[in-house]
């Protein structure tokens, strides 16, 4: 069975840094472009961050450019999203999710078919 896992979500103040992890177990990310999206209370879903399988690009929404990092790491077959300088505008349910395809990433959410459960971040003071 295909799962993806998060973790690495809690509860960080204004300024702070997390690192998410993506964890894959049953097939190997190498081959899959992998996205992450996050779901803020009474806000719709919203692609963040993605990195392509074909050559490894990454993409990023306007809103956290500059301050988020995605990358792979193949010998533990995970993804990471490294978030520094997180603002309140942050918080949310941060999700992964993979695509599989040799293609460059999109952070539209219709063409990824595996999910992972969602890991919550707060950031607050």
């Known amino acids: 069975q295909l799962q993806l896992v998060e973790s690495g979500g809690g509860l960080v103040q204004p300024g702070g840094s997390l690192r998410l992890s993506c964890a894959a177990s049953?097939?190997?990310?190498?081959?899959?472009?992998i996205g992450w999206f996050r779901q803020a209370p009474g806000k719709e879903r919203e692609g963040i961050s993605c990195?392509?399988?074909?050559?490894?690009?990454?993409n990023y929404a306007d809103s956290v450019k500059g301050r988020f990092t995605v990358s792979r790491d193949s010998a533990n077959n995970a993804v990471y999203l490294q978030m520094n300088n997180l603002e309140i505008e942050d918080t949310a349910v941060y999700y992964c999710?993979?695509?599989?395809?040799?293609?460059?990433?999109?952070?539209?959410?219709?063409?990824?078919?595996?999910w992972g459960q969602g890991t919550q971040v707060t950031v607050s003071s």
């Open positions: 049953g097939f190997s990310l190498e081959n899959y472009v």
């Open positions: 990195i392509s399988s074909s050559d490894g690009s990454a």
């Open positions: 999710a993979a695509w599989g395809v040799q293609a460059l990433c999109v952070l539209t959410d219709l063409w990824y078919t595996y």
